[in-house]
């Protein structure tokens, strides 16, 4: 059998991941504190850059170089697929160009990743089909800063569903989440304390001492630890003091919280993106913070030595770094204009929220945003995480105003987890000391409320949320 050559012509659209789209994709996941840090590494880098005085009203020069050309789309919403590009994109030649000497470009964006994209990392390398990875999409935007799911598997079914997954099973779902629980460190996609802490032994040597009793310590005895009752756990355990004692140490040196060590803004100031303004002529208007970042433009000194024709390696040095330095600019206008859009668009659904607060969220998804604004919905994901608004109530992260649709199957009927979240919360703060609500009757306040949910998905609201039971309560009042 003989292999004859042939020609074919195929047809297609592909997004060039080009140096200077790679710049932009950067930018536009950075917070804005680490953005400030990058600006502060171009103007140091780069000659062509610099900060805009605010009392010179001199503009910069008109450039009409015809060997430059604009590699930056106008919109940023034809990334059908970031997950081909994400990476890369903090690697690319221009950010190589800022990083300080002595360190490495991985070294310098893996230092400070979030949970989310240091967990979007391994979930790329898993071989996962569209329906597990839109799952995946979900399950990490459901984790809270603990690395725990937040979220009740129904609820983020419900929500796939709605986005066209009509045959999902909450199965399905968690089965993916199990695949997740592969990803580092070990506790991580957990569903409540008991299955974090036994991930994290799981990872142990199958012949460390004691190891099987301190499973079951976590699986049946949980909370007679947390009370400090030995004597119920060495007789149920059949173990003598020593032991327990060994067991206990195990048991502490695991980490209930993995997703902390991520947490970034815990120990940063938070600089507000957007900002929630009002005015009597158009009421409630979303606005960039111009205060949160410097404001740059070419240097009008350095921009006039450069010669069309010159091929000096002075003049192609000038060249090459005016390039870079219009590139940057119009990377951080691109960055701004991406997240007013989005800004705009969210809190135009979640307007109730200024006079409601979390009580007054919608059931709000990425999709939602990312049909309104024509982005993909990894777009809306990046452009939300690490980005604050000031509004009314207090600045707080975009990510706030996301939550699936509980209950309900029209618009009237239809509530927000977060808003249930809210109310447990408020119900709670407000219940007599010595006679604490039992989950039962945070159900029935929630129905005379038209919010119907069963009683273990309040359960695992009231969990994620760090309330003891009513039993817990009442011991501790």
């Given at each position: 059998?003989?292999?004859?050559?042939?020609?074919?012509?195929?047809?297609?659209?592909?997004?060039?991941?080009?140096?200077?789209?790679?710049?932009?994709?950067?930018?536009?996941?950075?917070?804005?504190?680490?953005?400030?840090?990058?600006?502060?590494?171009?103007?140091?880098?780069?000659?062509?850059?610099?900060?805009?005085?605010?009392?010179?009203?001199?503009?910069?020069?008109?450039?009409?170089?015809?060997?430059?050309?604009?590699?930056?789309?106008?919109?940023?919403?034809?990334?059908?697929?970031?997950?081909?590009?994400?990476?890369?994109?903090?690697?690319?030649?221009?950010?190589?160009?800022?990083?300080?000497?002595?360190?490495?470009?991985?070294?310098?964006?893996?230092?400070?990743?979030?949970?989310?994209?240091?967990?979007?990392?391994?979930?790329?390398?898993?071989?996962?089909?569209?329906?597990?990875?839109?799952?995946?999409?979900?399950?990490?935007?459901?984790?809270?800063?603990?690395?725990?799911?937040?979220?009740?598997?129904?609820?983020?079914?419900?929500?796939?569903?709605?986005?066209?997954?009509?045959?999902?099973?909450?199965?399905?779902?968690?089965?993916?989440?199990?695949?997740?629980?592969?990803?580092?460190?070990?506790?991580?996609?957990?569903?409540?304390?008991?299955?974090?802490?036994?991930?994290?032994?799981?990872?142990?040597?199958?012949?460390?001492?004691?190891?099987?009793?301190?499973?079951?310590?976590?699986r049946q005895f949980l909370e007679a630890l947390g009370n400090g009752d030995t004597r119920l756990l060495k007789r149920r355990l059949g173990i003598d003091d020593e032991s327990l004692e060994r067991i206990t140490c195990l048991i502490k040196a695991l980490d209930p919280h993995p997703g902390r060590q991520f947490d970034s803004t815990s120990h940063q100031y938070v600089i507000p993106d957007l900002t929630l303004r009002h005015s009597t002529r158009h009421g409630w208007q979303v606005e960039l913070n111009e205060d949160a970042l410097p404001r740059l433009r070419l240097n009008p000194d350095y921009s006039s030595l450069v010669r069309r024709a010159d091929k000096s390696d002075d003049n192609t040095f000038f060249?090459?770094?005016?390039?870079?330095?219009?590139?940057?600019?119009?990377?951080?206008?691109?960055?701004?204009?991406?997240?007013?859009?989005?800004?705009?668009?969210?809190?135009?659904?979640?307007?109730?929220?200024?006079?409601?607060?979390?009580?007054?969220?919608?059931?709000?998804?990425?999709?939602?945003?990312?049909?309104?604004?024509?982005?993909?919905?990894?777009?809306?994901?990046?452009?939300?995480?690490?980005?604050?608004?000031?509004?009314?109530?207090?600045?707080?992260?975009?990510?706030?105003?996301?939550?699936?649709?509980?209950?309900?199957?029209?618009?009237?009927?239809?509530?927000?987890?977060?808003?249930?979240?809210?109310?447990?919360?408020?119900?709670?703060?407000?219940?007599?000391?010595?006679?604490?609500?039992?989950?039962?009757?945070?159900?029935?306040?929630?129905?005379?409320?038209?919010?119907?949910?069963?009683?273990?998905?309040?359960?695992?609201?009231?969990?994620?949320?760090?309330?003891?039971?009513?039993?817990?309560?009442?011991?501790?009042?």
């Amino acid at each position: 059998m003989t292999m004859k050559p042939s020609l074919q012509l195929r047809v297609g659209a592909h997004l060039t991941m080009t140096p200077q789209l790679q710049q932009a994709i950067h930018l536009l996941q950075l917070s804005t504190l680490d953005l400030r840090q990058e600006i502060q590494q171009a103007l140091d880098s780069n000659p062509m850059l610099e900060q805009e005085d605010l009392f010179d009203e001199c503009a910069s020069p008109a450039d009409n170089d015809d060997d430059w050309q604009e590699s930056i789309p106008d919109e940023l919403s034809q990334d059908s697929s970031w997950e081909d590009s994400f990476q890369d994109a903090s690697l690319g030649s221009l950010s190589s160009s800022v990083a300080p000497a002595g360190e490495s470009d991985i070294e310098r964006n893996t230092s400070e990743d979030t949970l989310q994209q240091h967990v979007e990392w391994q979930v790329m390398m898993l071989d996962l089909d569209d329906q597990q990875r839109a799952i995946a999409e979900r399950l990490i935007d459901a984790l809270d800063p603990n690395g725990l799911i937040a979220q009740p598997l129904e609820d983020i079914t419900e929500g796939l569903r709605a986005q066209g997954f009509e045959s999902l099973s909450v199965a399905d779902v968690e089965r993916t989440a199990i695949m997740l629980q592969q990803c580092e460190p070990a506790g991580l996609f957990a569903r409540d304390l008991r299955e974090c802490l036994l991930l994290q032994l799981d990872q142990l040597p199958q012949d460390t001492p004691l190891l099987a009793q301190a499973r079951r310590l976590i699986r049946q005895f949980l909370e007679a630890l947390g009370n400090g009752d030995t004597r119920l756990l060495k007789r149920r355990l059949g173990i003598d003091d020593e032991s327990l004692e060994r067991i206990t140490c195990l048991i502490k040196a695991l980490d209930p919280h993995p997703g902390r060590q991520f947490d970034s803004t815990s120990h940063q100031y938070v600089i507000p993106d957007l900002t929630l303004r009002h005015s009597t002529r158009h009421g409630w208007q979303v606005e960039l913070n111009e205060d949160a970042l410097p404001r740059l433009r070419l240097n009008p000194d350095y921009s006039s030595l450069v010669r069309r024709a010159d091929k000096s390696d002075d003049n192609t040095f000038f060249k090459q770094h005016l390039q870079e330095a219009r590139w940057f600019i119009k990377s951080i206008a691109s960055r701004n204009d991406t997240l007013l859009r989005v800004g705009r668009e969210i809190m135009a659904r979640q307007h109730r929220y200024i006079d409601m607060g979390e009580e007054g969220l919608k059931p709000l998804t990425l999709s939602d945003i990312a049909g309104a604004v024509d982005m993909h919905e990894s777009t809306i994901s990046r452009v939300t995480t690490q980005k604050f608004i000031h509004t009314p109530r207090g600045v707080v992260e975009l990510k706030l105003f996301f939550s699936s649709q509980v209950g309900g199957s029209g618009e009237g009927d239809a509530h927000s987890g977060a808003a249930i979240r809210a109310r447990i919360r408020k119900y709670v703060s407000e219940e007599p000391t010595r006679r604490p609500l039992s989950d039962a009757r945070l159900v029935e306040l929630l129905d005379d409320q038209g919010i119907k949910v069963a009683r273990r998905t309040v359960a695992k609201y009231r969990e994620a949320l760090g309330i003891p039971s009513s039993s817990e309560r009442r011991k501790m009042a």
